[in-house]
């Protein structure tokens, strides 16, 4: 039983501190957008599925 409740203090406190550091990402977010990957994105050739469609 003590395991399950230092476990669960400690989800609970990392939970607790990823929603503290929320408004931060969100700010580095805007200032820092990433559009590099997009770019990469748009640019590759689409892959073709493994799998055929019915």
């Known amino acids: 039983m003590t395991i399950i409740a230092t476990v669960g203090a400690y989800a609970g ?31 590759a050739p689409p892959v073709a599925s493994r799998f055929a469609s019915a």
């Open 13 to 43: 406190l990392a939970l607790l501190a990823l929603m503290s550091l929320t408004p931060l990402l969100l700010d580095l977010d805007q200032r820092f957008p990433v559009t590099r990957h997009a770019k990469i994105a748009r640019q």
